[in-house]
């Protein structure tokens, strides 16, 4: 079945730095990839969709300068967290469509801390 | 805009127990409907999905779901659950041409041997 390389699985940064995780579709094409944040006991919140070649779409409310989106190839999304702060520090998902059933794939997610 | 509402945050059963997990969404035109599975520290798995043709959909582990159209809802059964079965589920809808996939505030269930 269709599956997704989130990477890393978790990471502990400093305040200011950024940090950088990708997102890959193993086995199929991905045109498009979603990037989800969940807070700890709480849903999973749509940040934005990751189009290949072109920009991504945001949701309200998310800063599209804090949170940059890469999509450079059909099997490569990346995320990048300028400047972390404390309250970036959360569990980041993506998954992609694709794989043939019209269906959804996540990758495992990124614990992302914040110190 | 389409959202998602689950109305059981927390679900306590004794294992053989029956499960009804409800889910409502708010979409006026055609969905595809979905229900995945997260296990503790695992990523999200789907237990099963509705695009159309039989509202009665049957997925994995032996759950299903039924989609009511006129009642906006799209709820999980299992006649018995197990142990295993532990874990958070979340309810989620993909509204018309978009392909964006909305998530419902998930249900903790646990399961008591």
């Known amino acids: 079945g269709a599956v997704v390389s989130q990477h890393p699985s978790w990471v502990i940064c400093k305040s200011g730095t950024s940090v950088k995780i990708e997102c890959r579709s193993l086995d199929f094409q991905a045109t498009t990839m979603f990037w989800y944040r969940q807070f700890p006991k709480q849903s999973l919140m749509l940040m934005a969709t990751s189009n290949e070649g072109s920009k991504a779409t945001y949701e309200q409310g998310v800063e599209k300068d804090k949170f940059l989106i890469n999509h450079a190839s059909l099997t490569l999304s990346t995320l990048t967290v300028t400047s972390a702060h404390p309250e970036d520090s959360s569990f980041y998902i993506c998954?992609?469509?694709?794989?043939?059933?019209?269906?959804?794939?996540f990758g495992s997610g990124t614990r992302l801390t914040v110190v | 805009a389409q959202s998602v509402s689950q109305h059981n945050h927390h679900v306590i059963l004794s294992e053989a127990a029956s499960l009804e997990l409800g889910c409502n969404y708010s979409y006026g035109g055609t969905v595809n409907l979905f229900w995945y599975v997260q296990y503790p520290g695992q990523h999200l798995q789907l237990l099963l999905k509705y695009f159309s043709g039989d509202p009665l959909v049957k997925g994995i582990k032996g759950f299903e779901a039924e989609f009511i159209k006129s009642k906006f809802s799209f709820n999980l059964r299992k006649p018995s659950v197990q142990w295993s079965d532990t874990a958070e589920y979340f309810c989620?809808?993909?509204?018309?041409?978009?392909?964006?996939?909305?998530f419902g505030t998930g249900t903790l269930l646990a399961v008591q041997p």
């Open positions: 989620a809808v993909r509204g018309g041409a978009t392909n964006k996939l909305i």
């Open positions: 998954s992609a469509r694709g794989g043939g059933d019209g269906g959804y794939t």
